[in-house]
């Protein structure tokens, strides 16, 4: 990858996670400011305001709810559903025809052409999408086979591909497809894609600096009033 490809990369990055990462979290925001949003658990509500904020009014239970939503819940999940938009819009230059594949690319360290299903963190999959990937993977070397294509053969390089974390991260579900087909993880994964074995970091500082553009201050304190309402009209009734 020249040093061009790799700004590309970086630039397209940046833009994405502020346009579809940035913005739907705003929205969720917002969205947040009605109880419907939730389904709070009665037995808990209170207690967790009282622990977080010392007192169990309406404002500390709506922080209690708005907080892990916000700054957990609503983050992971919206990064994770964004793959294929960020497959698509980033990483266009290795997009896949190939049924189940996202992305297929030259591995940069052993020169051979990878099969690559994308995912986000090194806990996002679970148990039946064990079965989902090999099938998949199975299914290129069935059709393979079929078109009577040499160059795939019982060594064909399927492998997963997982955005961020470390191998000691990685799941037991993900540890069972790896003992199937190598699972990349992080700064790994990222080394295979590029041949830059510090992309990874560069990555991240490029997406990090988009953190002084936002403040979601105003958004934030919005929905925690206009919950408090909601929630001081429900206790009165």
Request: aromatic fraction near 10%; charge should be negative; charged fraction near 25%.
């Amino acid at each position: 990858m020249t040093e061009a490809e790799k700004r590309e990369i970086l630039a397209k990055a940046k833009d994405f996670f502020r346009e579809k990462i940035v913005d739907n979290h705003k929205r969720n925001t917002e969205r947040l400011g009605k109880l419907s949003a939730f389904q709070p658990n009665p037995f808990l509500e209170k207690y967790l305001a009282n622990f977080a904020f010392g007192n169990c009014n309406a404002s500390s239970i709506a922080k209690a709810l708005i907080y892990p939503r916000v700054l957990g819940t609503s983050i992971n999940t919206t990064f994770g559903t964004q793959m294929q938009a960020f497959c698509k819009d980033v990483l266009s230059g290795f997009a896949s025809t190939t049924p189940g594949i996202d992305i297929e690319f030259i591995d940069q360290i052993d020169n051979r052409r990878k099969y690559c299903q994308i995912k986000a963190g090194p806990n996002t999959i679970n148990n039946d999408d064990i079965t989902t990937i090999k099938n998949h993977f199975e299914s290129i070397r069935r059709i393979a086979r079929t078109n009577g294509l040499r160059e795939f053969n019982a060594d064909i390089d399927c492998i997963v591909g997982v955005f961020y974390g470390k191998s000691d991260d990685l799941s037991q579900m993900y540890r069972t497809i790896d003992r199937s087909h190598p699972v990349y993880v992080g700064k790994d994964f990222w080394h295979h894609l590029t041949g830059d074995p510090s992309f990874y970091d560069e990555l991240i500082n490029e997406i990090a600096s988009i953190a002084t553009e936002v403040d979601g201050t105003e958004l934030l304190n919005n929905a925690i009033r206009q919950l408090s309402t909601e929630i001081e009209e429900k206790y009165n009734q």
